[in-house]
T-cell receptor, first 112, second 117 residues
Framework: GQQLNQSPQSMFIQEGEDVSMNCTSS?????WLWYKQDPGEGPVLLIA?????ELTSNGRLTAQFGITRKDSFLNISASIPSDVGIYFC????????????FGSGTRLSIRP | GAVVSQHPSWVICKSGTSVKIECRSL??????MFWYRQFPKQSLMLMAT?????????EQGVEKDKFLINHASLTLSTLTVTSAHPEDSSFYIC?????????????FGDGTRLSIL
């Protein structure tokens, strides 16, 4: 079945640093989504991407839908403590009723 | 924005009891709802997809007699874990989507932490 490979698995940042994470797949996706999950809560949608090549920003977050439809990246600029959490990429196929496939997540922590 | 309410947020019960989890869309109609299970430090694993008024579609390896799903209205879906055992302890998350209104994204509830003693 379809799978998403997300990297890195975890990263430690210092406040103010820029962060980058990405997802790749062997299959084509119609939609790419980026979610953030805080401990004990459900995922919250950060950015949704619907077109190949699309570059979308949400505050300090920027995400792109790869031209090949098989990858996406998320950048966070000037990180702050509340950015800590788990970030998941997710994708859906061409059918609007398709289920979301989740990546394995990137755990973002503040370097002490 | 779209809000999905999940209840209860956590539950502890004895082995052998059945537990019902509710998922409600508060300000939109949820034509489709999804139930996920998440183990510690792992990603969300889809258990089943339910469309309002229809039987749920279960993912491979998920026992439909164990995890009963009802989606009787456009704003409510329930997941019942029947005869729960310690291995059923997990974080269960629902999400809802309105497929009658274009390509709308899924919105997630805050999850239910289930602990079976």
């Amino acid at each position: 079945g379809q799978q998403l490979n997300q990297s890195p698995q975890s990263m430690f940042i210092q406040e103010g640093e820029d962060v980058s994470m990405n997802c790749t797949s062997s299959s084509i996706f119609n939609t790419w989504l980026w979610y953030k999950q805080d401990p004990g809560e459900g995922p919250v949608l950060l950015i949704a991407l619907y077109k190949a090549g699309e570059l979308t920003s949400n505050g300090r977050l920027t995400a792109q839908f790869g031209i090949t439809r098989k990858d996406s990246f998320l950048n966070i600029s000037a990180s702050i403590p509340s950015d800590v959490g788990i970030y998941f990429c997710a994708g859906t196929g061409y059918s609007s009723a398709s289920k979301i496939i989740f990546g394995s997540g990137t755990r973002l922590s503040i370097r002490p | 924005g779209a809000v999905v309410s999940q209840h209860p947020s956590w539950v502890i019960c004895k082995s052998g009891t059945s537990v019902k989890i509710e998922c409600r869309s508060l300000d939109f109609q949820a034509t489709t709802m999804f139930w996920y299970r998440q183990f510690p430090k792992q990603s969300l694993m889809l258990m089943a997809t339910s469309n309002e008024g229809s039987k749920a579609t279960y993912e491979q390896g998920v026992e439909k007699d164990k995890f009963l799903i009802n989606h009787a209205s456009l704003t409510l879906s329930t997941l019942t874990v029947t005869s729960a055992h310690p291995e059923d302890s997990s974080f269960y998350i629902c999400s809802a989507r309105d497929l009658s209104n274009g390509n709308q994204p899924q919105h997630f509830g805050d999850g239910t932490r289930l602990s079976i003693l």
